[in-house]
């Protein structure tokens, strides 16, 4: 293809020529530029080389099947233990021992605390008369009795457990406590004997 240009320079020749009024006239030519464009061709191309092919991995072996573990034996069952042999029957006479003590035992009543539940107590009784030789001498003292009291409240055995440092005091504290009345211990709600210590104390007014 070509492609022609044309520059027509008369009439600007004309407008910037010499001031001189007469002009001849200027002959133009035309130059004609050709340009040629060539189509160039395509570059070879190079054939790709087809890439070989991966080889196939190789298949796992396959792992081992375990053996079966070998069933236990069984165990051997236990003997039985041979019975125990029956105990032989008592005789008539072993029978009859064993049968009395039994008898005896049901037949003798329970026995009985040898403790009373209550202490036999002194009631509201006369205190001994202090002796005139006493008086006169002024003497005093703490004379301790013991005393049996049977189950019907009165003494059975008075004794002398500790004395005043008089005999006079003493004997009148005897005589007095034989003549009193006590209240019995008592047992299961049965009145016993027992024995109570009593106190008695001689002391004269200031």
Do not use: C
């Amino acid at each position: 293809m070509v492609v022609s240009l044309a520059a027509h320079g008369a009439a600007l020749a004309w407008m910037m020529g010499s001031s001189d009024p007469q002009v001849s006239p200027v002959s133009s030519t035309t130059r004609t530029m050709q340009v040629s464009l060539v189509e160039r061709k395509p570059a070879p191309q190079t054939e790709s080389k087809p890439e070989p092919e991966p080889e196939p991995e190789p298949e796992p072996e396959p792992e081992p099947e375990p053996e079966p573990e070998p069933e236990p034996e069984p165990e051997p069952e236990p003997e039985p233990e041979p019975e125990p042999d029956p105990d032989p029957e008592p005789s008539e006479e072993e029978a009859q021992s064993e049968q009395e003590p039994e008898s005896a035992e049901a037949g003798e009543p329970e026995p009985i605390s040898s403790e009373p539940v209550f202490e036999a107590d002194y009631l509201n009784n006369r205190p001994p008369a202090y002796p005139r030789a006493s008086l006169r001498r002024r003497e005093e003292g703490d004379v301790q009795l013991r005393v049996r009291v049977g189950p019907d409240g009165r003494p059975r055995e008075v004794e002398l457990a500790d004395s005043s440092g008089s005999t006079r005091l003493d004997r009148a504290a005897l005589k007095a406590v034989k003549r009193w009345r006590f209240e019995p211990a008592r047992r299961g709600g049965s009145a016993v004997a027992a024995w109570v210590v009593v106190p008695i104390t001689f002391k004269l007014e200031s």
